[in-house]
């Protein structure tokens, strides 16, 4: 992963370069105006933060089933680069909402699927924070019940509440939109595995550290 | 041997709570007082806001369900008889399904008193379709229970464990939730709307089985030191 870091971290920054000149020459949603170039940010962060949920999930299982420690390094990486995009997602579906619906808060399904996926994963680092020892397993089984959980909510969630725009939006873009679209995905995306390259290197070089203060004693 | 141990594990908490009703008081003691403070907010003049009954119902169950799970591994605490059930040469799945079946036995007395007072207080319909009712109880129960124990288990060795338990355990369980309230209003309209009800019994015996297969899966990994 070393060798390949810097290299995806020049195509991220170029893509991240370019995708503002792309995304402004693109033409404008008709009903939306200028308010609809958040989807470009917003359905992209969602992209991100469903990757990072599941690289968490499935990296936790493997820590509680074979103790491997790099998978819960990856758990934490995942669950704290879900947080950072679910964030950046909250933030920016109320910009869209107020315009489109004229209220910050719908109460509609995704976005409130999002918010409890967020509070999952926030649930996640504070136990990890705050759990004191041993906390690792029991935030890599929330991890694994969160990732469970999301087909769950989608269900419940939707029946109890609709008014988001359908995902069957995306292949009905109309021309000139599905460029910069899948661009920003893909810089989200690269993005997202950049973070959890940083963050679980992070987290091994806190082991290492903490093994070597240990010898030291 | 599987069943075996997982009843005896439910005989002996059974046991001690016959003997103290101190979970079954206080939890019920608490849910009533769920009850009350929710009503103060969601009743005007005397006239109860709509679905407000099925709502209040719900969360009374969910806010004394974590404080009976919180004190049933407490309690285990004690004399360090959680080490003792882990010692026992049983298999561990078969403890945790036998404080399961514990905590949704005791959340089964506690809403056989509950439902007839939220009926009473707020003159809800919700004895219009008993089955219907009881399938959406025991199944949310069941599914909240599910995820409940397991992380109620792994907190004994916390020192947060009373803040964790509700941190780790609403963001989870909110489908059941989600369910058992619109299940319930659905029971409660002029006419019960049975399909809806049927659909969310459904999706919670999803929930239930797909929580408990998890939990018993994990159990095992988790609850080794």
């Keep these: 992963m070393k060798r390949v870091f810097l290299p995806v971290l020049a195509v991220a920054a170029a893509m991240f370069a370019f995708a503002p000149i792309y995304i402004a020459n693109a033409p404008f949603e008709a009903s939306m105006g200028l308010v609809s170039k958040i989807f470009y940010f917003h359905v992209p962060s969602w992209f991100a933060m469903f990757a990072a949920i599941f690289i968490s999930g499935i990296s936790s299982a493997i820590y509680l089933f074979k103790g491997r420690a790099w998978a819960d390094r990856l758990g934490v990486a995942g669950a704290e680069v879900a947080v950072l995009f679910g964030s950046m997602g909250l933030v920016t579906g109320p910009l869209w909402g107020r315009k489109s619906w004229g209220v910050w808060w719908p109460w509609d399904a995704r976005v409130t699927i999002a918010l409890l996926l967020e509070l999952t994963f926030i649930a996640y680092l504070l136990v990890r924070k705050f759990g004191g020892p041993g906390s690792e397993k029991l935030a890599a089984a929330l991890s694994i019940f969160g990732m469970f959980n999301v087909p769950f909510l989608y269900m419940s969630v939707n029946i109890w509440r609709t008014i988001h725009p359908p995902t069957t939006v995306i292949p009905t873009l109309p021309s000139g939109m599905p460029g910069p679209f899948w661009l920003s995905v893909a810089a989200f995306l690269t993005l997202c595995a950049l973070l959890l390259t940083l963050r679980s290197g992070l987290e091994h070089q806190r082991a290492a550290l903490d093994a070597l203060y240990l010898e030291d004693e | ?225």
């Design chain 2, 1 to 225: 041997m599987f069943t075996k141990v997982a009843l005896l594990v439910l005989r002996k908490d059974v046991a001690i709570e016959v003997k103290s009703f101190e979970m079954f008081s206080t939890t019920l003691f608490f849910a009533v007082s769920c009850v009350l403070v929710f009503a103060f907010a969601l009743v005007r003049d005397g006239v109860v806001v709509a679905d407000a009954a099925a709502g209040i119902l719900w969360i009374a169950i969910a806010f004394a369900g974590t404080l009976a799970l919180g004190r049933t591994f407490e309690r285990e605490r004690y004399a360090e008889t959680l080490r003792a059930l882990l010692l026992a040469p049983a298999p561990r799945a078969a403890i945790y399904v036998g404080k399961l079946l514990g905590i949704v036995l005791l959340l089964a007395v506690g809403e056989a008193i509950l439902v007839p007072l939220v009926a009473l207080l707020f003159s809800a319909a919700l004895f219009a379709r008993p089955l219907l009712l009881g399938g959406l109880l025991l199944a949310g129960t069941v599914g909240f229970g599910a995820v409940g124990t397991l992380f109620a288990a792994m907190l004994v060795r916390s020192r947060t464990r009373d803040v964790m338990l509700p941190i780790l355990l609403y963001p989870i369980t909110v489908p059941v939730i989600i369910a058992g309230v619109r299940g319930t209003a659905a029971l409660l309209e002029a006419a019960p709307d049975e399909p809806t009800a049927l659909m969310w019994i459904g999706l919670l015996t999803a929930f239930d089985v797909v929580f408990v297969t998890l939990a018993l899966w994990t159990f095992e990994p988790l609850m080794t030191e």
